[in-house]
Nanobody, 115 residues
Framework: QVQLVESGGGLVQAGGSLRLSCQAS????????MAWYRQAPGKQRELVAR???????NYADSVKGRFTVSRDSAKNTVYLQMTSLKPEDTAVYHC?????????WGQGTQVTVSS
């Protein structure tokens, strides 16, 4: 079992920055990929960024150049640094841990960007 706890969301003006954190606990040795997803009201959940065990990162086109995913293995924590935020980035952001045969989700953290 893996538990994920997100933090760092909030209200920010357009152009501002936020850093989300996702701390993992439990049996984390089986995790292959950590990712951030988001879901805006009335929209489907979408992948924002992911980082593999080897450190390879991938980003949605809409956030490339603005968001950065990173990790601190010593703290079992994955971060999402968000800059140049836009109102369309407003969503609940969820952390995801993928073991390949099983995946886990955090409870989500709200990010609201005002224009």
């Amino acid at each position: 079992q893996v538990q994920l706890v997100e933090s760092g969301g909030g209200l920010v003006q357009a152009g501002g920055s936020l850093r989300l954190s996702c701390q993992a606990s439990g049996i984390i040795s089986r995790i292959n990929v950590m990712a951030w997803y988001r879901q805006a009201p009335g929209k489907q959940r979408e992948l924002v960024a992911r980082i593999t065990r080897s450190g390879t990162t991938n980003y949605a086109d809409s956030v490339k150049g603005r968001f950065t995913v990173s990790r601190d293995s010593a703290k079992n924590t994955v971060y999402l640094q968000m800059t140049s935020l836009k109102p369309e980035d407003t969503a609940v952001y969820h952390c995801n841990a993928d073991e390949g045969i099983r995946e886990y989700w955090g409870q989500g953290t709200q990010v609201t960007v005002s224009s």
